[in-house]
């Protein structure tokens, strides 16, 4: 046991026998002050979010971000190879490319909305697609879940809570109890490998 | 997992007390509007008149079209989230058979409107290669069918709606659902022809293939905006508790946020091409608005139709309810009007240089009190009925099968 015995305890998990059922012991984690921990099941379940007390996501933040990314990006594009006249001048002195396309003077507005248009859109996408990934912490190659033999069915029909070593609230005996007493079965030790 | 135990709501009605001597003010400051204006437009300049009119014309109409869309989608996909807002929609589009006989005056004013009725199309190279759609016969013809479309479609969805507020009857529903599909592609080309009619032909030179969705845009982004302000004051009213909450609000300001961007993307499409392809004929329209003073009200347009709304209510719980989203929704209303202003009135300042034999017209920016009067007539006295038709029936479809489903509603 000398193997087990340095395994790291991830924490106690338990299953669940329907959506319905884990949605309301989601509830009760919650309210008891969990915040370590996460639930697992085959689909999203709708208000799940609420049940488990999440607030809202900060990848709309990462989005903004690379919007303005991109909003600045095209201005600099533009005015860096174009402009010599008017603010940009003023801002930026001469880097001068001005070529004059199609009778369009350079740093036009009017040219110029698609590009801030197209490299804003393309930079949020950007932003919240990097955003989703980091903040979701994807890829993640490895889960301590996974050595639990049960786990095999959240692809199938298996609705599971599994509350955290590291949090505050936890106690072995105690949390042991408490997922059995809000309907939890096959209440396991989870090691991390 | 929402509950659906819970018991559908009691119906419930406006009441004329709760809203004070406010439909009485909108009712006598609206007809004392369009008096003035009838009266003074008429005696002193039939022109200044009929633009103003139409003015006051078309915000209403852009608005209750709107609705209707908003009616006819949430059949067509058969949606749930509306339920509990769509008898407010029902509402503002039922204003059609007004919103007609409010047009009568200006059938007497056509040719004060439209120049190409006072032209020759011999004489008038443009206007004989258009003659076979831009002649007075099947101009009326059309104008007869936009009013009998909206008016019928408005009608039917509100008569099926208030039946079922009495017997419960789902076929009721399927039932709508079936006309919906139809009547949505009538709506769209109904929307796109009266756009070209009405205000497109203003200057019967010019033309913008993009021109119905534009006012299509503006039509579905002023009437949800028009719904969010009306359904949030009912609810601070004390109405709609329970029923309408802040998810809908949710719901309807993210489709207020859809449609700013819209209308811009749209707007700034038919510019865009119209500005490089340089073609004098197009860029009229366009050159007009963009030299002078009236330069401002296109630049204010840029801002304030696009660029502040889409700032205000960019965020989440900017779009949950609440004073921005009010606010937003109210500013929307009004750069509505400024919107169509901004298409109408420097029409009439083209008109008379035309008319005086085209020397160049170079007038800028200017609103004329009839503009402002004929806006709060058509404001008022649609408003002042609109209050009626809320005390008249219940305030949401009380018996539609899916209002459960829309109370629970989750984002």
Same mark, same amino acid.
């Not at chain 1, 890829?139 to 786990?151: A, G, I, T």
């Not at chain 1, 069915?153 to 599994?162: C, E, H, L, Q």
């Not at chain 2, 006989?101 to 032209?119: M, V």
């Given at each position: 046991?000398?193997?087990?015995?340095?395994?790291?305890?991830?924490?106690?998990?338990? $299953?669940?026998?329907?959506?319905?059922?884990?949605?309301?012991?989601?509830?009760?984690?919650?309210?008891?002050?969990?915040?370590?921990?996460?639930?697992?099941?085959?689909?999203?379940?709708?208000?799940?979010?609420?049940?488990?007390?999440?607030?809202?996501?900060?990848?709309?933040?990462?989005?903004?971000?690379?919007?303005?990314?991109?909003?600045?990006?095209?201005?600099?594009?533009?005015?860096?190879?174009?402009?010599?006249?008017?603010? %940009?001048?003023?801002?930026?002195?001469?880097?001068?490319?001005?070529?004059?396309?199609?009778?369009?003077?350079?740093?036009?507005? $009017?040219?110029?909305?698609?590009?801030?248009?197209?490299?804003?859109?393309?930079?949020?996408?950007?932003?919240? %697609?990097?955003?989703?990934?980091?903040?979701?912490?994807?890829?993640?190659?490895?889960?301590?879940? &996974?050595?639990?033999?049960?786990?095999?069915? %959240?692809?199938?029909?298996?609705?599971?809570?599994?509350?955290?070593?590291?949090?505050?609230?936890?106690?072995?005996? $105690?949390?042991?109890? &408490?997922?059995?007493?809000?309907?939890?079965?096959?209440?396991?030790?989870?090691?991390?490998? | 997992?929402?509950?659906?135990?819970?018991?559908?709501?009691?119906?419930?009605?406006?009441?004329?007390?709760?809203?004070?001597?406010?439909?009485?003010?909108?009712?006598?400051?609206?007809?004392?509007?369009?008096?003035?204006?009838?009266?003074?437009? =008429?005696?002193?300049?039939?022109?200044?008149?009929?633009?103003?009119?139409?003015?006051?014309?078309?915000?209403?109409?852009?608005?209750?079209?709107?609705?209707?869309?908003?009616?006819?989608?949430?059949?067509?996909?058969?949606?749930?989230?509306?339920?509990?807002?769509?008898?407010?929609?029902?509402?503002?589009?039922?204003?059609?058979?007004?919103?007609?006989?409010?047009?009568?005056?200006?059938?007497?004013?056509?040719?004060?409107?439209?120049?190409?009725?006072?032209?020759?199309?011999?004489?008038?190279?443009?206007?004989?290669?258009?003659?076979?759609?831009?002649?007075?016969?099947?101009?009326?013809?059309?104008?007869?069918?936009?009013?009998?479309?909206?008016?019928?479609?408005?009608?039917?969805?509100?008569?099926?709606?208030?039946?079922?507020?009495?017997?419960?009857?789902?076929?009721?529903?399927?039932?709508?659902?079936?006309?919906?599909?139809?009547?949505?592609?009538?709506?769209?080309?109904?929307?796109?022809?009266?756009?070209?009619?009405?205000?497109?032909?203003?200057?019967?030179?010019?033309?913008?293939t993009m021109w119905g969705v534009y006012i299509f845009a503006g039509s579905a982004l002023s009437s949800i905006a028009l719904t969010i302000l009306v359904s949030s004051l009912l609810r601070d009213a004390g109405y709609l508790k329970g029923v309408l909450t802040?998810?809908?609000?949710?719901?309807?300001?993210?489709?207020?946020?859809?449609?700013?961007?819209?209308?811009?993307?749209?707007?700034?499409?038919?510019?865009?091409?119209?500005?490089?392809?340089?073609?004098?004929?197009?860029?009229?329209?366009?050159?007009?608005?963009?030299?002078?003073?009236?330069?401002? !009200?296109?630049?204010?347009?840029?801002?304030?139709?696009?660029?502040?709304?889409?700032?205000?209510?960019?965020?989440?719980?900017?779009?949950?309810?609440?004073?921005?989203? =009010?606010?937003?929704?109210?500013w929307i209303l009004f750069m509505h009007a400024v919107d169509l202003f901004w298409i109408i009135a420097p029409s009439l300042q083209t008109y008379r240089d035309l008319a005086a034999g085209g020397g160049g017209d170079t007038s800028g920016f200017a609103i004329?009190?009839?503009?402002?009067?004929?806006?709060?007539?058509? !404001?008022?006295?649609?408003?002042?009925?609109?209050?009626?038709?809320?005390?008249?029936?219940?305030?949401?479809?009380?018996?539609?099968?899916?209002?459960?489903?829309?109370?629970?509603?989750?984002?």
């Amino acid at each position: 046991m000398s193997d087990a015995a340095q395994r790291r305890l991830y924490g106690f998990a338990a $299953e669940f026998a329907s959506a319905a059922a884990l949605y309301h012991a989601a509830e009760k984690v919650r309210d008891k002050g969990f915040r370590r921990w996460d639930v697992h099941s085959p689909y999203p379940i709708h208000g799940m979010d609420d049940a488990m007390g999440l607030k809202g996501s900060k990848v709309s933040l990462v989005s903004l971000l690379g919007g303005a990314t991109g909003l600045t990006l095209a201005f600099l594009m533009i005015s860096l190879a174009g402009d010599d006249h008017g603010i %940009v001048k003023a801002i930026m002195g001469n880097f001068n490319y001005p070529l004059i396309v199609a009778g369009k003077t350079p740093f036009d507005v $009017e040219p110029s909305v698609p590009i801030f248009f197209e490299l804003t859109i393309l930079l949020t996408a950007f932003g919240t %697609v990097l955003g989703l990934l980091l903040l979701g912490r994807i890829p993640q190659l490895h889960h301590p879940m &996974f050595e639990w033999d049960r786990f095999e069915k %959240v692809t199938d029909d298996g609705f599971f809570i599994a509350i955290r070593a590291d949090d505050a609230l936890f106690d072995e005996a $105690e949390t042991r109890q &408490f997922l059995e007493a809000i309907g939890g079965t096959a209440v396991s030790r989870i090691e991390e490998s | 997992m929402s509950e659906h135990t819970a018991s559908a709501p009691a119906p419930e009605r406006f009441r004329r007390a709760s809203a004070g001597a406010l439909p009485l003010a909108f009712l006598g400051g609206g007809a004392l509007c369009l008096a003035i204006a009838l009266v003074w437009g =008429l005696a002193v300049d039939r022109q200044q008149f009929a633009h103003s009119w139409l003015l006051g014309f078309m915000y209403c109409f852009t608005i209750c079209a709107g609705s209707l869309f908003w009616i006819l989608l949430h059949h067509a996909v058969d949606a749930n989230w509306s339920v509990v807002v769509r008898r407010l929609f029902e509402h503002v589009a039922a204003l059609f058979p007004y919103l007609v006989a409010l047009f009568i005056p200006l059938l007497f004013c056509l040719p004060d409107l439209y120049r190409w009725l006072t032209l020759d199309p011999l004489a008038d190279h443009a206007l004989a290669h258009k003659s076979p759609y831009l002649n007075k016969g099947f101009l009326l013809f059309r104008l007869a069918f936009y009013f009998l479309y909206f008016t019928f479609a408005a009608l039917l969805f509100k008569t099926k709606s208030v039946m079922q507020d009495e017997t419960g009857d789902p076929r009721l529903s399927l039932g709508m659902r079936r006309w919906s599909n139809g009547l949505m592609l009538l709506f769209a080309v109904s929307i796109t022809f009266a756009g070209f009619d009405l205000l497109m032909a203003l200057d019967h030179t010019w033309y913008s293939t993009m021109w119905g969705v534009y006012i299509f845009a503006g039509s579905a982004l002023s009437s949800i905006a028009l719904t969010i302000l009306v359904s949030s004051l009912l609810r601070d009213a004390g109405y709609l508790k329970g029923v309408l909450t802040v998810e809908h609000d949710h719901i309807m300001g993210k489709l207020m946020f859809a449609f700013v961007i819209f209308w811009a993307y749209i707007g700034f499409s038919q510019y865009l091409l119209i500005y490089y392809s340089n073609i004098p004929e197009e860029t009229l329209f366009f050159f007009r608005r963009n030299t002078g003073s009236w330069l401002y !009200v296109s630049l204010v347009l840029v801002v304030g139709h696009f660029i502040l709304p889409f700032l205000i209510i960019l965020t989440q719980p900017a779009k949950r309810g609440g004073k921005r989203l =009010l606010f937003a929704a109210g500013w929307i209303l009004f750069m509505h009007a400024v919107d169509l202003f901004w298409i109408i009135a420097p029409s009439l300042q083209t008109y008379r240089d035309l008319a005086a034999g085209g020397g160049g017209d170079t007038s800028g920016f200017a609103i004329h009190p009839i503009d402002i009067l004929c806006l709060l007539g058509f !404001v008022g006295v649609l408003g002042a009925l609109l209050f009626r038709m809320l005390e008249k029936t219940d305030l949401f479809p009380s018996r539609d099968p899916r209002l459960m489903e829309s109370i629970a509603l989750k984002n």
